[in-house]
């Protein structure tokens, strides 16, 4: 239990770093400001891999949450050492589908903290 509160909790804090990090910025902006573009893949990496060890129950719970992308994206984005992929992919994935994983990890941790 206390392993996957942890990696819950990373994974928020990792996409509140990410939404902070972006916040004013458009697309071409957030690609043209290196500092904030290659943090956020590096977050984006450490958070992917806090997804794969979450316990499948949570998981099951969440379906409309692509956690087999998340877990392949983390593989892109350590393999791929010459970050040779879709920025627009990157900035989809900050804008479209990071608020959706981070309002399932609040509920996982509203309900531990009820418990």
Do not use: C
Not at 30 to 56: C, G, H, I, W
Not at 60 to 88: C, M, S, T
Not at 102 to 110: A, D, H, I, Q
């Amino acid at each position: 239990m206390k392993d996957q509160i942890l990696y819950i909790i990373h994974i928020k804090e990792a996409i509140e770093t990410i939404q902070k990090y972006a916040q004013g910025m458009n697309a071409q902006s957030f690609f043209e400001d290196d500092k904030t573009y290659n943090a956020t893949l590096r977050l984006l990496q450490t958070m992917s891999e806090s997804v794969k060890r979450l316990p499948d129950d949570i998981k099951a719970k969440y379906p409309h949450i692509e956690w087999q992308n998340i877990a392949g994206f983390r593989n892109i984005l350590v393999h791929d050492y010459l970050g040779d992929y879709d920025e627009h992919i990157i900035w989809n994935v900050v804008v479209d589908k990071l608020p959706n994983l981070k309002e399932v990890m609040e509920k996982e941790l509203s309900g531990v903290v009820k418990k």
